[in-house]
T-cell receptor
Framework: GAGVSQSPSNKVTEKGKDVELRCDPISGHTALYWYRQSLGQGLEFLIYFQGNSAPDKSGLPSDRFSAERTGGSVSTLTIQRTQQEDSAVYLC???????????FGQGTRLTVV | AQKITQTQPGMFVQEKEAVTLDCTYDTSDQSYGLFWYKQPSSGEMIFLIYQGSYDEQNATEGRYSLNFQKARKSANLVISASQLGDSAMYFCAMRGGVYNQGGKLIFGQGTELSVKP
């Protein structure tokens, strides 16, 4: 596809379970971002990947959150031992290095019950 | 540390009138980029406009213009001739880094714009 693809679009999980959220960026985009958006709130930065550089993990809220990016393309955000406060929409975006626009996926709505 | 502040949680505007959405920022970087995104109720994030810190002219894209006042560290979005379809959340964002070459993109809390018929 031409855009940023995220899967699943919706995920309901039980408290304490681990979840994996996937992001397929636009081909050729070297920068990839993850954000969390709670209902009616702004976008909270989580992590930023740029090429082969060490990722900027400064936004990860706890050590239950981790992310990796394989082969400079697909990224997976993992949340271990999910809590109810993790319920939110998780957005992924990608851009060219130094590009003037980050393109967003449609997001994954995570609900922890 | 970089910070974006949007002080207007909600705004109303009459259809066909112009509206200004406020955004102030804080950064120690000399080079940075400023962005506005629109998020309709469908949830998608739509890029509207970009301003580089070294750009001398204010950016314009159709009905959108960015009123960039570097000394005041403000980057207000002006929407001219508002339309009902402009009703949405609007986010101001900034990315720092040398020569706009990257770095994390951080967002403000957003302004919800409602356009009245």
């Amino acid at each position: 596809g031409a855009g940023v693809s995220q899967s699943p679009s919706n995920k309901v999980t039980e408290k304490g379970k681990d979840v994996e959220l996937r992001c397929d960026p636009i081909s050729g985009h070297t920068a990839l971002y993850w954000y969390r958006q709670s209902l009616g709130q702004g976008l909270e930065f989580l992590i930023y990947f740029q090429g082969n550089s060490a990722p900027d993990k400064s936004g990860l809220p706890s050590d239950r959150f981790s992310a990796e990016r394989t082969g400079g393309s697909v990224s997976t955000l993992t949340i271990q031992r999910t809590q109810q406060e993790d319920s939110a929409v998780y957005l992924c975006a990608s851009s060219f290095f130094g590009g003037t626009e980050a393109f967003f996926g449609q997001g994954t709505r995570l609900t922890v019950v | 540390a970089q910070k974006i502040t949007q002080t207007q949680p909600g705004m109303f505007v009459q259809e066909k009138e112009a509206v200004t959405l406020d955004c102030t920022y804080d950064t120690s970087d000399q080079s940075y980029g400023l962005f506005w995104y629109k998020q309709p109720s469908s949830g998608e994030m739509i890029f509207l406009i970009y301003q580089g810190s070294y750009d001398e002219q204010n950016a314009t894209e159709g009905r959108y213009s960015l009123n960039f006042q570097k000394a005041r560290k403000s980057a207000n979005l002006v929407i001219s001739a508002s339309q009902l379809g402009d009703s949405a959340m609007y986010f101001c964002a900034m990315r720092g880094g040398v020569y706009n070459q990257g770095g994390k993109l951080i967002f403000g809390q957003g302004t919800e714009l409602s356009v009245k018929p």
